[in-house]
């Protein structure tokens, strides 16, 4: 997992992943309409705190935090090849986890329900919609910090890297 800091390497990166979403669905999904035009949504990057993962197409993962008073409002994006693998669970976690060093809390706000209930597998509460939010959509809000995720983030690591156990002969 790398974090995104602004340089001529990594915001080409940036603005690949920008140029991917703008052709699919994945950018009005993912982000406000005031991120819409390529400036904003390369400022806003630069102020937020984003970890990513990249293979040879590109960015394939990507999670950022953007301060809301104490908490970080996150935001995830996945690429669609890459959404059921296990090395995106832990991507997630692992970034997750890096937010709530960062955060005490961490924000979940989306227009997608699905989203809010994969949250709250991973140990997030869920609060409701309110509506209008979310580009006049109603928006779905969780959160989640250390207390309600460590406990799901322990057992889904030991299920991704089981201990290795030393098999002892008898005879």
Known sequence: MQVYIPSVESDV????????????????????????????FMTS??????????????????????????AGAFGLWVRADKRHQAATLEFI???????????PVLLCVTRQQPVIDQAVRLGFTAMGKIPWLFDGDAAHIAY?????????FTEIRERLHPPIVDEVAHG
């Not at 603005?15 to 982000?31: H, I, K, Q, V």
């Not at 705190?49 to 104490?70: H, K, P, S």
Request: with cysteine; proline share 1%; aromatic share 14%.
């Open 45 to 70: 990057m630069a102020k937020s705190f984003v970890l990513y993962e990249v293979d040879e197409q590109g960015l394939w993962a990507v999670c950022w935090f953007d301060r809301v008073m104490c």
């Open 13 to 40: 990166l940036l603005l690949n992943w920008y140029m991917e979403m703008a052709n699919s669905d994945d950018f009005e999904n993912t982000f406000s309409a005031e991120l819409a035009p390529c400036s904003a």
């Open 144 to 152: 989640g910090d250390r207390a309600s995720t460590l406990a799901i």
């Open 93 to 103: 976690i692992n970034a997750l986890d890096a937010g709530l060093e960062k955060f």
